[in-house]
Structures are given as C-alpha cells and as structure tokens.
C-alpha cells in the first residue's frame, strides 16, 4: 500500500528471497504482490488489519491468514485468496475470551483456565459478531482460541480486534510452519506475511465443541485427547464432560468449476454441506505431488502398481522405510524423526512434506504408516492419533503394500 512502500520494496523481497533460498520455489510467470512485514512493525499489521487486508502471522501451532473478524468483505477475501469452499468455517482468534461471546455459558471460564493461551480451540454458537454466517459457514458456530505465541498475541493486543485466521496455505495445500511457506502459496496475491520463526508445534490446534455433557472433538491436533481427557478429569466444573472422538472424512463436494464461480461471487452465500470445523476433509495437508502411505500388513491387497524409488521422495519414522525398503534414493530421504519422538514428528511432518514437493524429478511421496498395531514404539504415546490422521488426509487416504521390491495399491 502506498502508507507502507517499505513492506514491498525490491530490497526487501529480495533479502527474504536469499534468507529462504533452500525453502522457495518461484513461478517466472507469475509476478510477486505480497509485503514482508518484519517483527518490529506489527503496528503496521495491525493497521493492515484494520484496514481490511489481509495478513498472515505465526502461531505456536502453524501460521494464520489473518483478518479482521469484523470485516464481511476482509473474511470473504481469505476464502478468495486460499480458494476455499465457503462450506468450511473459520477459527477466530482473540486475546480476551470476553471479546467475542457476550452470553459465555459458565463452563468456558474453566475450559480458558486450563488451556488458553494454547492449541484449544472451542465452538460455540453464542457470539456478538455479526459476522458470524461466514466466518460459521452459516451452522451459527464460532471456534475461537487464544494463541500461545509471543508474536500472536501481540499483534492480537496492537490490532485490538479478533482475528478470523485458518491455516495461510492454499486450500488442501500443506500447512505452512515457516513464513517461506507462506510466501510459496501466495506471493502473487495481496497478503502481507511477518516475517517470524517456524511455528513451534507443527499442526493445528484441536477443534472440541460441547454438546449437553458431551465434549465431541471435531480435529485432532497438537492438544492430544489424552492430554485434554486427563486436565477436564482433575476439573470439579468440567469431569462431567464425556470426551467423544470419530474420524470424519468428508469429501470436497464442489468441483474446480464451481468452485471457481462460488469465489467469484463471494456475495453469494450458497453453499454445499457446511462443515462444523475445518479439517474434516479426505484430501488435506497434501502435497502438490502424489503421496502414499506405505504398509507391511497384508490387508486387501490389490493390484501391483510402478513406482521408481528414484522418483519417490522417503518420509520415515526411525528408519523403519529405510531397513524394509531397498534402493531408496538417500537425497531424498528424510526421517520425521530417528529416535522415535511422536512430538519431534509432529513438530516436522508439514515441514517435511514441504521439502518433499521441492525434490527434483520426485513424483511421489512414500509415508511411514503410523498404525499402532504394527509399532509398539508408539502404541502409547498420546501424539500419535493426530500425526496418523494427518498423514492419512496427505495422502488422501492412499495405501500401498510393500514386499520383495514390489508395490501393491491397497483397496
């Protein structure tokens, strides 16, 4: 914006270009329209916001793309700018639980105690944003959470206004951990990114939402069940809550084409079936090429499919893939983490993955499968649900069987 040349000024693009060589891929085709704001300007963000543009800020979870909760039109330009179906609603983040709900029931004090700031994200339907049909893709519910990064939550306190921010990616695309990730997605498109360290824990945070004396979680993320289970157990006001979890794996509904005409008229509210969280599609945190999640059980195996290792990018746990499978191409190998830390995995899953897609001539991703069943190592830790359905929304739920030096599509 003219108030800001600073932010889009060739020297500054350039140094944050050469600061993130290793991590950037750059269309000649398309021509560069983002701002780079640095961390002692997010006075200048915040005015942004105000403004109602458009900005994308860390968090201890991934990176936001963030905009002004109160701004229709500032909302409407996120679905536009991650091409997302207005069917998917979005979290609101706040530093004040006291500035969105203005009928709070009495249990969200409790619930604030125990996990705000952090990875919690709660839905409710009682909210004074008038907002509220698109950020809730009209269902009437609003998540909300209060971030726990230093960078966040000031920026939160300068803008002094909630802030509706999903993941800054492109819709299905891996979420971003590193302001390089951010810029891959949308350097093109006007949306000014701070320029800030990688997110500290690697996924989203997790969806709950009360219902009579149940408390469903609609995604898993870096808050595990068990972990929440055991806080609301030792809580006099919330033991109550019985903790219910089923996996959802929705299917994308609108096609490119309508997809295309429902952003383009972003007046029109129509919408296919309204998800109550975002997360709950097949196809998410996908790489731009294939991916498959490879497996030793011998369970419905169908048909041998080609693959060459050469052209086939190896994200490990351990180095289980690494001792099964021979002929990996090592340049393109890497291990989410060798001493079998689940919480150093999730920390570099969509990092990972990032770096997979950036491999010359790779046109596949092989998965390490997270199953419990076949690694005791993990059967116990209480990350491992998030990291497996992560996994399993990358790969849109694609399996392959390994054995002898062949490949099996699993059905």
Request: with cysteine; hydrophobic share 40%; net charge negative.
């Amino acid at each position: 914006m003219e108030n800001f040349p600073q932010l889009y000024s060739k020297e500054r693009l350039q140094q944050f270009i050469t600061k993130y060589k290793d991590l950037i891929q750059l269309d000649p085709l398309k021509e560069i329209h983002c701002g780079i704001i640095h961390l002692d300007e997010l006075h200048i963000a915040a005015q942004l916001l105000h403004q109602g543009e458009l900005v994308a800020f860390p968090t201890e979870t991934v990176y936001g793309l963030g905009a002004n909760a109160k701004n229709a039109q500032a909302i409407l330009n996120i679905f536009k700018a991650k091409r997302r179906p207005l069917s998917d609603p979005l979290i609101v983040h706040v530093h004040d639980k006291n500035n969105i709900y203005t009928d709070k029931p009495d249990f969200l004090d409790s619930f604030a105690e125990l996990f705000w700031p952090g990875p919690f994200t709660i839905v409710l339907k009682s909210t004074q944003l008038e907002t509220t049909e698109i950020l809730s893709a009209g269902t009437g519910s609003i998540g909300i959470r209060i971030p726990n990064h230093k960078v966040a939550l000031e920026l939160l306190e300068k803008a002094n206004l909630p802030i509706a921010a999903p993941s800054a990616n492109l819709f299905t695309h891996i979420s971003p951990t590193s302001a390089a990730h951010v810029f891959n997605d949308f350097y093109d498109q006007r949306v000014h990114i701070i320029d800030a360290d990688r997110s500290d824990n690697g996924i989203e945070s997790t969806v709950i939402k009360p219902l009579g004396n149940e408390l469903h979680i609609l995604r898993l993320g870096s808050l595990a069940k068990e972990t929440i289970i055991q806080k609301i157990g030792q809580s006099v006001q919330l033991k109550h809550f019985a903790i219910k979890y089923e996996n959802k794996y929705m299917q994308i509904e609108e096609n490119e084409e309508e997809l295309e005409k429902e952003l383009e008229n972003l007046q029109n509210l129509d919408r296919k079936n309204s998800m109550e969280a975002p997360g709950q599609f097949l196809k998410h945190y996908s790489a731009r090429i294939n991916s498959f999640i490879v497996t030793f059980q011998q369970i419905n195996i169908g048909q041998e499919i080609d693959l060459d290792l050469k052209e086939s990018v190896i994200i490990d746990f351990g180095q289980e893939l690494r001792n099964r499978i021979v002929n990996i191409d090592e340049t393109k190998y890497k291990s989410l983490s060798i001493n079998y830390d689940a919480k150093e995995a999730m920390f570099n899953l969509y990092d990972s993955l990032r770096w997979a897609e950036l491999q010359q001539g790779a046109k596949q991703i092989l998965l390490y499968d997270f199953d419990t069943v076949i690694n005791q190592k993990v059967q116990y830790d209480e990350n491992i649900l998030s990291i497996q359905d992560k996994i399993f929304r990358s790969a849109s739920g694609q399996k392959i069987y390994y054995k002898d030096n062949k490949f099996y599509l699993c059905q």
